[in-house]
């Protein structure tokens, strides 16, 4: 801010100081009115947060969950133990599976004991149990190898080698779509988990409405720990600096103002806390403190200079408000552009965060010097040993940087060349279920449901059936393509199984007609199957494979979560295949109209990761090109703009070295932290060149411009090396407490973003000197511009000669 505008914002300070209670009650009005809207903040952990937003995979997807809602609506018990199959086991199986089904929100389930099977009767087919009570052990062991042979059953209810049975439970749509149903329903069944518990058994809870409430879970128990460690440590880190117990009040005060608004604002429009959400707060904290400090700084440099405390934090705050302003218009508007991202979470996260950012600028703004004013009577003694600290390591950066140039900039090219050594190896690569710490309880239970199951991740191929009959997904013909696409996703070996109506309609074809040796076991017409289905009574247990308007069939199995390339691959065959069939039915006159699309879960997380690797990518350059145009224009240079560049995308490098140092993945989580760190490491840079640039307008009238950047250097480094280094330690600190969450993902983009500010903070000590001194990016003082003009062709001869 120029000397004009420090002296309009302290009289506007001097003023607010003066009528405090006014100030309060505005304070109190925001408060109120944003704490209403924060009361209906909801949290929603669903899935569908994640997916992509006017996409042709997540149209495909819409159009197949409404005519198969139940993909995520199917809890699973896995059952293992050595005696399943003895009398013994079976009747545990069995009163697990009544107590299962009578939960609250359970509306059918299915399992080892209630199966049903065809058999012939001697008046024709009849239904009867598979393991019914009393049978002999030889009967048991031949219906157990029958089971796990069978499409409908194994990998489905039974795994084949009888290590486990899987009991499916289907859920109600209002227990299985929200938050608080699914936690409900964890809770039931778990507690009847508990009970049926038995020596040498291992029963897990599996399933995505399971899963969904775990994540919830875990998020909660996150935001519960990290959120009031991030306030304590930036407290203590108050405290330490500034040994100051009103400056820890004020920052508390700041950081409680900021998040109430932010959630009034989440609420305000509509948006539930998602799962993107979680580390919000823990920005709001981090961010908060920023400006705290150098308000902070500044109020007790100008009280031990011998300044009333009022005068003193009125100037403090003409002085350090329109610098953070700015730095907080580059954090929203570098948080915005995540809105490149077309995914719904992310878009909502970048909205949100963006008006957190200029929320904390107010809360600092308003709240910070109405608290001080009330509680500072006099500054510490001196100044206290954190300070201290940061003062000498400040002073002795800029002595360096000043006086060896040539060193500081060859060690940085070192550093940087063999930053980019390690660059190179990192890998993209990534698991939907990658966010998991490996061994963490969760962890173990989706291994082992996984491997009871043969999968977990949905795929499927939809088949959409259009013609003049009341049922065309009944029409045999449609039943032949998606049993072929059953058998195609078979093919893969991620894939152990995946059904199609084909497989519960042949065995009812044949217990029911006989043996058909002309025919392929598949009634004459879509009457004839519709009839057939009849017989089996219940038809929910068709819920995955006939859409209950009997318009779309599906071909659905689960896959291994075998990681993105894998993935991409076998997409590449599933859309050729499905590419080649759906020429071939387009060119066929009869039967029914069909489309077909490769869909489900599956699809999706390729989608959404190819969609946040890419939209990263561009979310990263718009950053870069607002901070570069916002700078610019707030400092009034685009070389000074451009010049904060520097040091601003070196640590980028460097959090690319750390990657592949580290041997993390660039992932969707990963690649999210080069867009947070950049704008974050915007801050300093904006504290540094707009107090350089003051400085300089001030040197650049009685000294040539290279004694003028050396001064503006100087004094900008003098008055800002202190601040700028607590508050690095207290953002780097902040983000690495994100390293103790439940889950990987926050743990390295804390890790990652925490070590980049590091070196961003040494970058802008270090590198940003030596570009100022060497490059001169505010050109030639007044005095030689003047000079220029005099000795130019044309002009007045000088009467000194």
Same mark, same amino acid.
């Not at 239904?127 to 009570?133: A, H, I, K, Q, V």
């Given at each position: ?360 600028? $107010? @809360?600092? &703004? =308003? !709240? *910070?010097? +109405?608290?001080?004013? #009330?509680?500072? %009577?006099?500054?510490?003694?001196? /100044? ?31 550093? $940087? @060349?063999? &930053? =980019? !050594? *390690?660059? +190179?190896?990192?890998? #993209?690569?990534? %698991?939907?279920?990658?966010?998991? /710490? ?32 009341? @049922?065309? &997904? =009944? ?41 058909d040796p002309e025919g392929d076991g598949l009634p004459l017409d879509g009457a004839g199957v519709a009839q057939e289905l009849g017989t089996m ?84 350059a718009g950053a870069v090109l607002v901070s570069v145009a916002v700078m610019s224009v707030a400092l009034r240079s685009l070389r000074l703009g ?160």
């Amino acid at each position: 801010m120029s000397n004009g505008g420090d002296g309009l914002l302290a009289r506007v300070y001097g003023w607010l100081l003066a009528h405090r209670v006014a100030g309060a009650g505005v304070l109190a009005a925001l408060t109120v009115g944003l704490g209403a809207f924060a009361a209906r903040v909801r949290p929603d952990h669903s899935l569908e947060q994640l997916f992509p937003v006017g996409d042709s995979a997540r149209a495909a997807y819409d159009r197949y969950e409404r005519a198969f809602p139940g993909e995520d609506a199917r809890a699973v018990v896995i059952v293992s133990a050595p005696d399943l199959f003895t009398p013994a086991g079976l009747a545990a199986i069995s009163a697990l599976e009544r107590d299962v089904g009578a939960l609250r929100g359970v509306i059918h389930v299915l399992g080892p004991t209630s199966v049903d099977r065809i058999a012939a009767g001697p008046f024709g087919p009849a239904r009867e149990r598979l393991f019914s009570p009393g049978l002999p052990p030889d009967e048991v062991a031949r219906r157990r190898a029958e089971a796990e042979v069978d499409p409908l059953l194994a990998w489905n209810v039974f795994t084949p080698g009888g290590a486990a049975v899987s009991i499916l439970a289907d859920l109600e749509p209002r227990v299985a779509g929200s938050d608080a149903g699914r936690a409900a329903f964890v809770a039931d069944a778990e507690a009847v988990l508990a009970r049926h518990a038995r020596p040498g058994q291992r029963l897990v809870l599996a399933g995505l409405p399971p899963l969904r409430a775990r994540i919830a879970a875990l998020v909660a128990e996150d935001l519960g720990r990290l959120v009031p460690l991030a306030i304590l440590l930036v407290l203590a880190l108050v405290v330490a600096a500034f040994r100051s117990a009103a400056g820890a009040v004020g920052a508390l005060a700041a950081i409680l103002l900021s998040l109430v608004w932010t959630y009034g604002v989440l609420g305000a429009l509509g948006w539930p806390l998602g799962m993107l959400m979680g580390v919000l707060p823990v920005i709001v904290v981090i961010v908060s403190v920023s400006d705290t400090v150098h308000v902070l700084s500044g109020t007790f440099d100008r009280l031990r200079a011998g300044a009333a405390p009022r005068d003193a934090i009125a100037a403090a705050m003409a002085h350090t408000a329109g610098p953070c302003l700015v730095t907080e218009l580059v954090l929203a508007a570098g948080f915005l552009t995540l809105v490149a991202i077309r995914i719904e979470g992310v878009v909502q996260f970048g909205v949100v965060t963006a008006a957190a950012m200029l929320l904390t600028w $107010l @809360a600092n &703004a =308003l !709240a *910070l010097p +109405l608290i001080l004013s #009330v509680l500072v %009577r006099k500054p510490p003694r001196a /100044r206290p040993a954190p300070a201290a600290v940061a003062a000498r390591f400040a002073e002795w950066s800029t002595r360096v940087a000043l006086a060896r140039p040539g060193r500081v900039t060859a060690v940085a090219a070192v550093a $940087l @060349a063999a &930053a =980019l !050594a *390690l660059a +190179l190896q990192v890998e #993209v690569r990534y %698991r939907v279920f990658d966010d998991l /710490r490996p061994g963490s309880a969760l962890a173990r239970d989706l291994a082992a449901a996984e491997d009871a199951a043969g999968g977990l991740v949905p795929i499927a191929i939809h088949v959409e059936a259009r013609g003049d009959a009341e @049922a065309p &997904a =009944l029409d045999p013909a449609a039943i032949r393509v998606a049993e072929r696409a059953a058998s195609f996703l078979r093919g893969f070996p991620e894939i152990r199984q995946a059904n199609s109506l084909a497989d519960v309609v042949r065995p009812l074809h044949r217990a029911l007609a006989g043996a058909d040796p002309e025919g392929d076991g598949l009634p004459l017409d879509g009457a004839g199957v519709a009839q057939e289905l009849g017989t089996m009574g219940d038809p929910r247990v068709l819920s995955e494979l006939l859409s209950a308007d009997r318009t779309s069939l599906a071909a659905v199995g689960r896959a291994a979560d075998v990681g993105s390339v894998r993935v991409s691959q076998m997409f590449e065959e599933i859309d050729a295949w499905v590419a080649r069939e759906q020429a071939a039915l387009d060119a066929t006159a009869d039967g029914p109209r069909l489309r077909l699309s490769a869909t489900g879960q599956l699809r999706l997380f390729q989608d959404v990761s190819a969609l946040l690797l890419g939209g990263l990518l561009a979310s990263f350059a718009g950053a870069v090109l607002v901070s570069v145009a916002v700078m610019s224009v707030a400092l009034r240079s685009l070389r000074l703009g451009l010049v904060a560049l520097v040091p601003n995308l070196a640590p980028m490098l460097l959090m690319l070295a750390f990657l592949g140092a580290a041997g993390i993945p660039l992932q969707p989580v990963t690649a999210m932290a080069f867009s947070i760190a950049l704008v974050i490491a915007d801050d300093d840079t904006i504290q540094l060149l707009t107090r350089f640039r003051a400085h300089h307008a001030v040197a650049a009238r009685a000294l040539p411009s290279r004694d003028a950047h050396l001064a503006a250097t100087r004094a900008a480094l003098a008055e800002i090396g202190v601040p700028m280094v607590l508050s690095g330690l207290a953002i780097s600190g902040g983000f690495l407490l994100l390293l103790l969450s439940g889950f990987l993902g926050p743990a390295r983009l804390g890790a990652l973003i925490g070590v980049t500010l590091v070196g961003g903070v040494l970058a802008e000590l270090f590198l940003t000197p030596v570009l100022l001194v060497s490059l001169r990016p505010l050109g030639a003082s007044p005095r030689e511009r003047a000079g220029a003009a005099g000795s130019a062709p044309g002009a007045p001869a000088s009467r000194h000669g």
